[in-house]
Every structure is written in structure tokens, then in C-alpha cells.
């Protein structure tokens, strides 16, 4: 049989594996002093109170302390050691969902994004230190119980039998009545959390347009559908609560009644009777904790199937060696690119070479590829086919984390984060004031930034704030050309940009092209692309023209005039 490979989440727990074997063993101990009340209660009947000594009374009690407060002491370890295990899960796994929610993400163009995989990471680690949990640790031990209750009376220990039969039917039942309905509930949930936020990315333009009412509408009906399947599994899994505490509590006085019976045959002892019915409830209480922990349970079920799932599907970055510092050379090999979400694919059997220090202007009519590209560009959409190499090696053989500083990019929709200008700019990093102020003068933006509150320390938020759209589209600029890298993509660099605005990018593409950098530009206007040395025309995700820049505006020139001509043959037959 082929070796099946673990995933990351079944990694973790198996390197935890010790720790679950702790609590077990600590859980053995447990059980068997939970028969301390049971045997203090029997001695008590039949030896204290038949004799009537004090001194007898006085020892068993203290004796029924220590090993009570040693069955304390135990259940504080075994608490204690979830909690590391649910602290180590996190160590374990945080940075890994971290990045598989990022790529996921990524790899959905945004569709999929979400942080639920962390919140998943949460409520599973709740569920291991909550209480429910020991339920099933201590289940496991009924076999001890039905022993000493068969030790105590057959009868005992056949009733004994019985009832957890009973009780085990009525959790499979509740697992059978449940366990889909919550499925199907946690679904919906998480569709509506995910319209949720998607709506409130874009309050302003459901605020211009009146289009909330329509939105809440939708919500609702999707919340109506949480809490009906919310509703009707609560009241299936509240009624097999319901009868599983009646049954215990009806069995408990039962067996008194089998006791009292058994008494009177004088087959046990008073003391037996009593210290029966307090070993059943303590024999079927695991059960009976499992039954009202089965939502927690089944949630966190739920939740180790996504995080298993989604690691499984977002496979871990493997180590890649460490390659020399980019030159800029970039070159596409019979390059096809389907975005995520899309069946047919966007770029078409592109080939082509860009020397390091060359700056390229990306044209072509709308739809035509040009985002898919850049993005492909840059490595962040993989190529269905083919390869776009960077100085030689395939983009995504380097190892992202060292190529970051030698890549800028600044897309079309422009998104600044949490935290200081200056921080935006220096991309998180180490905060290098010389090479921030440096990369702003670049933009243009320096003099703008001085003008904010408090400067470089301004704090915005992701949307930018109270910036403009050419602000933060000029802050975006600077935090692409920070730190000099030798290949910067810009997608419509200029689509917010006013007349002056303008002029600063045309002077930071002239100084990127001296500084020799590797510049892709995509742009629709010819003031942009003045500074390029050539231009690649894209028609339906394919290379209809590439080469020197004045040669491919002559042939879009003539192009252009004999459409222009063909028109006028055309109205003039007309």
C-alpha cells in the first residue's frame, strides 16, 4: 500500500501525540479515583455507623481527602496539559494557515479571501481546553465502573450495562440528528459572513446608490436560513438532551430501587445499595456530557475539516535555494494564463524577451490581458502553461520573501494598510527614513506627505483614509520604487493622477529607466509612454505587436489609417 503523506494539521497533533497520551494516563487515574466516594460511602454504612466508631470514621474521612485532593491535583494537570497542547497547535499551525489563507486568497483573485481558517485555528484550540473534551477522555473508563458495579451484584452490573447501552444509542442519535443539519448551518453562516464583508468593502457605493435595502434583503434571507438550520438542530440535539438527563436521573433512582431489593434479600448490604446508584450516575456521566457537548463537538469538527482541507489544498511553500540578485531580464515562454475563477484562458501562447534596464509599454484595448499579464509578470497568478523566467529562472523558483525587495508593483486599485505613510512605503520592513524620503521624491509625493498631519508618522487605514485616489495612487508609486528594485510593473500608474501628477510620474519613469530598472507600464496614454524604448500590443490575449517603441506606434498609425480607409470605401458605396 503507497504511503499516504500526513497534512500539516495531522502533523501537529501527532507531534502532540505524547500530550494526549499524558492526559489519558492522567484520565486512568482519574476514573479510578472517582470510585472513592463510592467505597467512602460503603465502608461508611457498613463499618462506621454498624460499629459505631468514631476513630474508624475519622481515618476513612481523611483518607477520602487525600485522595480526593489527589484526584484534584490531577484534573488541574490534565487541564493544564489541553492548554499547552491547544497553545502548541497554535505555534504549530498560525503561521502556516496564516500563509495558506494568504495564497488561497491569491490564488482565487480575492474571491476566497478570508481569515476563517484562523478563526477555525481558534475555536478548535476552545474546544481542547473546554470541559467537554474530558468527556471522551474519561468515556473510555465505563469498563471500569461495570466492573466493580458486577463485583458489587451481577444485577447491578447487568442494569449497569443496559443503561449505558441506552445512553450510547441516544448520543449516536443525536450525532445521526445533528451532525448534518449543523453542517449545512455552518455552511450558510459562512456564506453570509463572507456577503457580509464584501458588502461593507464597499459602504460607499451601496450608500450612493441605495442599494442596502436590496443587500439586507439578501442577508436575511441567508440569516433566516442560519438560524432555521441553527433552530432545528438545537431542538433535536435539546430534546436528546432532555431525555438522556430524565434517563439518567430515572435510572439512578432505579437502581436504588434494585438495591433496596437486593437488600431486603439479603444479598447486599445497605451500604452496597448506596454506593451503586452514586458508581452508576458517576458511570454514565461521561455519556451524558458527551450528549450536551455534541454541538461543540460537532463544530469542532467541522472546523478541523476546513483546516485539514485547506492545507491540504494550499501545499506549503517548499524550501527553495537562494539564487543571486536579479539583474531584470525577463523573457515568457509560449506563456497561457487562465485567471482564477475562469475556465478559458486570458493569455494566449506569449513569447517574447525584455533585456535588464528596458522599459516596456503594455497597450492594447480593454479585456485584452494586460492585468492577467502583469500579474503573471510578477508571479502571482501561476501559468496554466508555459514559463516566464526572471534573469533565466522560472518566477516562481525563487524564493518570494529575497525577491520581494527587487520587485515593485503598483495595480490599478490601489491598497495602502494599517499603519504609518512611512511604514506603507517602507513595505513593513525595516523602516529606512533615507530610503523612504528617497523613494517619495521619486514619486513626487514628498512635499504632499510633509502636508499631512504628522508627516511620515501619519496612520491611515487600508482604504487610505482621508487621502485621495491620486494620493494614495502616488504613495502606492513610492512604495513600489522603495528600496531600488530592478523590475517594477505599473498598471495604469496614472488613471488617478491630475496634471501635475502626471509630470512627476513621466520625470520618476525617466530617472527609473537612467537608474537602470526593468519598467513595465501599462497605459493608454502616450505622455506615459514616452519614456519607454518599446511597446507590446496586446489583442485578445495575444502579442499582436511587440518591438521598438516608434516602430510599433508607425505600424498602429498605419494600421489605424487603413481602417479609417476602409470605412470611408465603405460609406462611400453605402
Known amino acids: 500500500m503507497p504511503h499516504v503523506a500526513k497534512s500539516d494539521l495531522e502533523a501537529a497533533l501527532l507531534a502532540c501525540r505524547e500530550s494526549f497520551l499524558s492526559v489519558g494516563f492522567f484520565s486512568l487515574f482519574v476514573n479510578f479515583l472517582m470510585l472513592v466516594p463510592a467505597f467512602y460511602m460503603l465502608q461508611v454504612y457498613d463499618r462506621v455507623i454498624g460499629s459505631g466508631s468514631e476513630s474508624t470514621l475519622l481515618m476513612l474521612t481523611l483518607i477520602l481527602l487525600l485522595l480526593l485532593g489527589t484526584m484534584g491535583a490531577l484534573e488541574w494537570v490534565r487541564s493544564r496539559i489541553m492548554v499547552r497542547i491547544s497553545t502548541r497547535l497554535d505555534t504549530l499551525l498560525g503561521q502556516r494557515l496564516y500563509d495558506a489563507s494568504f495564497r488561497q486568497a491569491l490564488y482565487s483573485g480575492g474571491m476566497n479571501a478570508s481569515a ?33 458495579m458486577f463485583v458489587f451484584h451481577p444485577w447491578f452490573g447487568w442494569f449497569g450495562v443496559l443503561c449505558s447501552a441506552m445512553l450510547v444509542a441516544l448520543a449516536w442519535a443525536n450525532e445521526r440528528l445533528t451532525n448534518g443539519v449543523l453542517k449545512e448551518a455552518n455552511k450558510e453562516n459562512l456564506a453570509a459572513t463572507a456577503f457580509t464583508n464584501k458588502n461593507l468593502r464597499n459602504a460607499e457605493v451601496v450608500e450612493s446608490m441605495g442599494m442596502l435595502p436590496q443587500l439586507r434583503r439578501r442577508w436575511q434571507a441567508k440569516n433566516d436560513r ?28 432505579l437502581i436504588l430501587g434494585l438495591g433496596a431489593y437486593l437488600a431486603l434479600e439479603q444479598e447486599i448490604s445497605p451500604g452496597l445499595m448506596i454506593a451503586g446508584s ?16 455534541w454541538k461543540g463537538f460537532s463544530s469542532a469538527r467541522s472546523q478541523y ?35 482564477p475563477g475562469a475556465q478559458q484562458p486570458v493569455i494566449r501562447g ?25 500579474r503573471a509578470l510578477l508571479g502571482i497568478w501561476p501559468a496554466a502553461h508555459g514559463k516566464v523566467r526572471l534573469d533565466g529562472a522560472d518566477i516562481f523558483s525563487w524564493k518570494r520573501a529575497e525577491l520581494g525587495p527587487y520587485i515593485g508593483y503598483l495595480p490599478q486599485d490601489i491598497e495602502l494598510f494599517e499603519g504609518s505613510v512611512g511604514e506603507n512605503i517602507a513595505r513593513f520592513g525595516d523602516l529606512d527614513p533615507v530610503a523612504v524620503v528617497e523613494a517619495a521624491r521619486l514619486a513626487g509625493v514628498h512635499e504632499l506627505i510633509l502636508q499631512l498631519p504628522q508627516g511620515y508618522d501619519t496612520v491611515i487605514g487600508a482604504s487610505g483614509g482621508a487621502l485621495s485616489g491620486g494620493q494614495r495612487q502616488r504613495i502606492g508609486l513610492a512604495r513600489a520604487v522603495y528600496g531600488k528594485p530592478r523590475l517594477i510593473v505599473l498598471d495604469e500608474p496614472n488613471s488617478n493622477l491630475d496634471d501635475q501628477g502626471e509630470r512627476a510620474l513621466a520625470a520618476a519613469l525617466r530617472q527609473l529607466k537612467e537608474a537602470g530598472t526593468t519598467l513595465f507600464v501599462i497605459s493608454h496614454r502616450p505622455s506615459v509612454l514616452a519614456s519607454v524604448d518599446k ?10 505587436l511587440f518591438g521598438p517603441r516608434d516602430e510599433v506606434w508607425a505600424e498602429l498609425q498605419k494600421a489605424q489609417q487603413q481602417a479609417a480607409a476602409v470605412q470611408r470605401s465603405v460609406a462611400g458605396n453605402v
Open 305 to 339: 475539516e476546513r483546516l485539514n482541507e485547506l492545507l491540504v489544498k494550499v501545499a506549503a511553500e517548499p524550501e527553495r535555494m537562494s539564487l543571486p540578485a536579479p539583474k531584470g531580464e525577463l523573457s515568457a515562454e509560449t506563456l497561457m494564463v487562465t485567471p
Open 116 to 148: 476563517q481558517p484562523l478563526s477555525d485555528l481558534t475555536g478548535l484550540r476552545q474546544f481542547l481546553t473546554g470541559n467537554g473534551l474530558f468527556a471522551f477522555f474519561d468515556a473510555p473508563w465505563l469498563p471500569i465502573y461495570l466492573a466493580v
Open 278 to 293: 452514586i458508581l452508576l450516575g458517576r458511570a454514565l456521566a461521561p455519556i451524558d456530557l458527551m450528549i450536551g457537548a
Open 535 to 544: 511597446l507590446m500590443v496586446l489583442r485578445e490575449g495575444t502579442l499582436a
Open 226 to 253: 442560519v438560524l432555521a438550520l441553527q433552530g432545528l438542530a438545537s431542538d433535536r440535539a435539546g430534546t436528546v438532551t432532555a431525555l438522556s438527563k430524565t434517563f439518567r436521573l430515572l435510572v439512578q433512582s
Open 350 to 374: 506569449l513569447a517574447f524577451r525584455v533585456a535588464a534596464g528596458e522599459a516596456v509599454g503594455l497597450i492594447g484595448p480593454s479585456g485584452a490581458g494586460k492585468s492577467t499579464l502583469a
